[in-house]
């Protein structure tokens, strides 16, 4: 058979890294997207690139008001932030295209409805091999009445031009616990409403308890064990919301930091499985189609921006004939921005150790007391590793300013199958969070 392409990409988030790949190794390439100036996806546009900008700075409003030895008061200016990120939003847009020269970009909806054949707008186009990379979209429970304004997403926060007086978050995942903290450190009045009673439920139980106290040195109220059953805008006294057991409350501004679900609409073919995760794909992503992926968000394996840009990767190296290892997602680092400590893991933590019933040391450091940990906003701070019986390291999580940069040495460990002692080797510079790590591995 006689295809279009050799390859067609259905969605231009991380996809496109793929997609230059594939065209530079010779293949001929197209890249489908509804939305050509949101090139990059929901991580460039909607999501941790611009997140990440605005919580360093509210980082900075957070720092100029907790420390008396600075002078006078810093405010957040929300139109100007905006201003500044839609222009570095569409230099690196611009720059992304530029990089997919040797991509057929076709803008609109991308639909798959049969084997090897993409419908966009009406006109169909065929491929060899087909990758869709269609994301995730902001989840809102029934019973809230989203409208954009009173009641938002995290899609709606990073368009905001001025900073509410008041805002209630509702959700302890990534999002929720990232946008509280944003809010909390510029100076909004603040609140946590989620539906279990501790925070970080799944982190080692110290890290659960210090993250908790770091939210409530910021301010922020909690409402734990608090699930929303109704949620709708009045005119006169903002959101009202109903929760499960009947108590009411009113909040100028919510927001539903309720998740994420996959996008899996595009798939119009009963040759792809889909369920409640996302688009069923096996250990390399392949769908129940042969030659047929599904990476990144939409798969439903892991909702992260560094494991989309892998997976899809991986995908084209093996079309490509290349050696591709086996992604082994656990191994991917997770993390949450909150501030000023961040949380971040990498491999087996305690509750899947404990889960599995593996057998297993650990090793945990607490900041609290160290110079430098004090003069940098880690008194709250933690390092935890575990190994297994011989000694190799098996995971770790970290609760620290920048944990997402730290993880990073427990992370190459485990990707050079190392054991603690020889980890521990390695010198570690003084002063810095990092010699937590060194003292870590050597208390393994």
């Known amino acids: 058979m006689t295809y279009d392409y050799d390859i067609c990409f259905i969605g231009g988030g991380l996809n496109y890294a793929g997609a230059i790949i594939a065209a530079r190794g010779g293949l001929k390439t197209a890249l489908v997207e509804r939305n050509m100036a949101h090139l990059g996806g929901t991580c460039l546009h909607n999501g941790c690139i611009p997140s990440k900008m605005y919580l360093e700075a509210a980082h900075t409003v957070l720092k100029a008001a907790s420390q008396d030895h600075f002078i006078g008061s810093v405010t957040l200016d929300m139109a100007r932030l905006h201003e500044k990120k839609e222009t570095l939003l569409a230099n690196v847009t611009t720059s992304i295209t530029k990089q997919c020269r040797g991509v057929d970009l076709i803008a609109g909806e991308g639909k798959l409805v049969a084997p090897h054949t993409v419908e966009v707008e009406e006109k169909r186009y065929t491929a060899k091999y087909i990758i869709i990379g269609t994301g995730a979209s902001p989840f809102v429970p029934e019973g809230i009445v989203y409208d954009k304004t009173h009641i938002i997403t995290s899609d709606d926060v990073l368009n905001l031009t001025a900073l509410p007086q008041k805002v209630a978050v509702y959700g302890d995942g990534a999002i929720g616990l990232e946008m509280a903290s944003f809010f909390a450190a510029a100076g909004v009045e603040t609140e946590l409403i989620w539906r279990h009673d501790t925070l970080l439920r799944q982190a080692h139980p110290v890290i659960s308890k210090n993250i908790k106290s770091q939210m409530e040195a910021l301010g922020i109220r909690l409402r734990p064990q608090s699930s ?217």
Request: glycine share 8%.
């Open 228 to 444: 929303i059953a109704f949620a709708k805008r009045t005119e006169k006294r903002g959101v009202h919301i109903r929760f499960q057991d009947g108590s009411e409350h009113y909040v100028p501004t919510l927001l539903v930091a309720t998740g994420r679900r996959a996008n899996t609409d595009t798939v119009q073919t009963d040759a792809i499985a889909v369920d409640t995760k996302g688009i069923r794909t096996d250990e390399h992503f392949e769908t129940t189609l042969a030659k047929h992926y599904a990476v990144g968000d939409c798969n439903g394996k892991l909702q992260l921006a560094h494991a989309a840009r892998a997976e899809v990767l991986h995908v084209v190296r093996r079309i490509l004939g290349k050696q591709s290892d086996r992604l082994t997602l656990d191994k991917v680092v997770k993390f949450i921005h909150t501030l000023p400590c961040s949380y971040a893991q990498v491999g087996k933590t305690k509750a899947t150790l404990e889960k599995e019933e593996m057998d297993y040391t650990e090793s945990v450091v607490p900041l609290k007391g160290l110079p430098f940990a004090h003069t940098h906003e880690g008194d709250l701070g933690v390092m935890a590793l575990y190994a297994d019986n011989e000694g190799f390291v098996l995971g770790g999580e970290i609760f620290a300013p920048y944990a997402e940069e730290l993880i990073a040495t427990v992370s190459m460990a485990l990707a050079g199958e190392m054991d603690a002692t020889l980890a521990g080797k390695t010198v570690l510079a003084h002063p810095t969070f990092s010699e937590s790590l060194e003292k870590a591995f050597l208390r393994l």
